[in-house]
């Protein structure tokens, strides 16, 4: 097998095909490689085929009537993105931008498709995929919609610990650079809010930041000031600090 396709058998939608029909993914499929800030696909393109990163990350965006993107998801290698496709095609909703150096492998909608008519676990994988990625987008409009801005970014800081979280001694470290403006494209906000913000949570003690890295050292009282409900990723009781420590992270 290729080495560009060993990500094939890695992600958990394909993991359980036999090598004759992760052999057949393959020779349909095609990688095309993107540089930073190129885009992947538009609004109102073709929505044939489904991507799986094979490298570097992908941000998932609309633009609002005021020009500014309002992140929909960021895609790291192994998981799938373009799954309209898989609902028999239409056009596509969204940006997908390539955030850093990006190798992509393209597989035609129909593949997919075929998978799902003979693998109950594909099929569940694919409806599990479209639902969590569904709730966080409603989730993400609701707090664009109803929250003030310091809410938003606390929000957004919790989100990135869930997916992005490493325990070190100081809290949780959030192992994904982003700037204040692409933390303000996030959130619907500007760079010099975002910019206040941080400083504002820095002087309360309950972020740090450095080297563009940041570290969340009250995410316990974060979570509670903004209701927001940790997953199962987090442990459910606080270290001496009063913090949360993520499950299975290395110091």
């Known amino acids: 097998m290729d080495k560009n396709f060993w990500y094939l058998k890695n992600c958990d939608l394909f993991e359980r095909l036999s090598q004759d029909q992760i052999a057949h993914v393959e020779r349909n499929s095609s990688v095309r490689n993107f540089a930073r800030g190129n885009m992947v696909y538009l609004p109102t393109e073709s929505s044939d085929s489904v991507y799986l990163l094979l490298s570097g990350r992908i941000k998932l965006y609309h633009l609002t009537t005021e020009g500014k993107q309002a992140l929909l998801a960021l895609i790291e290698p192994g998981e799938l993105f373009g799954e309209l496709a898989i609902l028999g095609g239409g056009e596509r909703e969204e940006y997908a ?22 693998h109950a676990t594909v099929s569940l994988g694919v409806t599990k995929l479209m639902g969590l990625r569904r709730q966080r987008i409603e989730q993400r409009l609701k707090s664009l919609l109803f929250r003030s801005n310091r809410d938003r970014l606390t929000h957004l800081l919790l989100e990135l610990a869930e997916k992005y979280g490493r325990f070190t001694n100081e809290g949780i470290l959030i192992n994904i650079k982003l700037s204040h403006q692409e933390l303000a494209s996030i959130i619907g906000s500007t760079r010099e809010t975002v910019t206040v913000l941080l400083g504002e949570l820095q002087d309360e003690r309950s972020i740090d930041i450095q080297k563009r890295h940041i ?36 110091a």
């Open 97 to 118: 931008e390539a955030m850093l150096k990006a190798s992509i492998l393209r597989i035609p909608g129909q593949i997919i498709q075929d998978l799902m008519e003979h």
């Open 215 to 250: 570290i969340l050292r009250k995410a316990r009282y974060l979570a509670h000031s903004i209701d927001f409900k940790l997953t199962p990723a987090f442990q459910s009781k606080p270290d001496q600090s009063g913090e949360f420590v993520l499950r299975g992270a290395e």
